[in-house]
């Protein structure tokens, strides 16, 4: 842990000392909180969690404390509890067999009329010893949902964090006309039609055209030697390096009973975009359409 601090604490301080933000700070596509002058807060870059993206960083004085990761979610995602035994769900699955706890929850309406869920969790990541924990929240406004994620980066910073994030929460609000968005979501540089293919387990080509759309829902056409195979859609997102597809329609599916899926992301440069799928078998390689 020192040395991730040394290290992050570094290039934060490089990062913080050009920039300067407004109270209020728009954190996703729809959705703004206020940086609390009461809190030692800063909206910028955190390189070792995303050098894309900008977080809510939280601070006591020169010392890192924790930062709070905001997302708007698929349309469609509108209930609490669904989406909290989802994602209780899939982080025990990514955990060490019984070490997932829920140590905290509860619900609160925003000064800005948004409803949130949150709980707080404690885990042990697969093949990891030091055990981990995070405030997770759900944010909606009953037509839009979003994700807020706090993780400490400190022992020190865990109590910091417990005693804050809600207090930041709290000013969830529709942003004013006036303010621009600063960050850029993951999946905006998707954005678009590709077409490419693939070679299936019989030797055949398989050709591919995807559109990936704005709403972050998506349509697929998958076609052999000349004849449609498979046409759906769903809704998507991106996660680090991977590639989520939820699959709502199909007619007819070589997905079978498969609902969700998840492609590796093997290289992007803005016009070819390259996935490797689950099994580690079919690689699918893709053009950015002009």
């Not at 994700?147 to 020190?156: F, K």
């Not at 993951?186 to 039609?193: C, L, S």
């Not at 195979?229 to 709502?248: F, H, P, Q, R």
Request: with cysteine.
């Amino acid at each position: 842990m020192p040395n991730y601090l040394n290290k992050l604490l570094m290039v934060c301080f490089m990062i913080l000392s050009s920039q300067a933000y407004s109270e209020s700070q728009v954190v996703a596509d729809g959705l703004a909180i206020e940086l609390l002058g009461t809190l030692d807060l800063t909206y910028q870059i955190v390189p070792d969690y995303d050098d894309t993206e900008s977080v809510v960083a939280g601070w006591d004085g020169d010392e890192f404390q924790y930062f709070v990761a905001f997302s708007k979610l698929p349309p469609g995602w509108l209930d609490a509890d669904v989406w909290i035994a989802g994602i209780t769900r899939d982080m025990s699955a990514a955990s060490e067999r019984n070490s997932l706890e829920v140590l905290e929850r509860g619900s609160f309406k925003s000064s800005g009329g948004y409803d949130l869920s949150y709980i707080g969790i404690s885990f042990i990541l697969k093949g990891e010893q030091e055990p981990q924990s995070q405030v997770v929240c759900f944010i909606t406004d009953h037509k839009n949902s979003y994700m807020a994620s706090a993780t400490p980066t400190s022992e020190s910073g865990e109590a910091k964090l417990r005693s804050e994030v809600i207090s930041i929460l709290k000013t969830s609000h529709s942003p004013a006309s006036n303010i621009t968005p600063l960050i850029r979501n993951n999946e905006e540089r998707y954005f678009g039609i590709w077409i490419g293919g693939y070679e299936d387990n019989m030797k055949r080509n398989v050709d591919v055209i995807f559109e990936l759309k704005n709403d972050l829902t998506f349509s697929r056409k998958e076609v052999i030697t000349g004849e449609t195979d498979a046409v759906y859609s769903g809704v998507w997102s991106i996660s680090e390096n991977t590639l989520n597809w939820t699959y709502l329609y199909g007619k007819p599916t070589t997905q079978g009973s498969k609902y969700v899926e998840n492609d590796t992301i093997t290289s992007f440069n803005g016009d070819v975009l390259v996935l490797m799928s689950e099994d580690k078998i079919t690689e699918l390689v893709m053009q950015r359409a002009e």
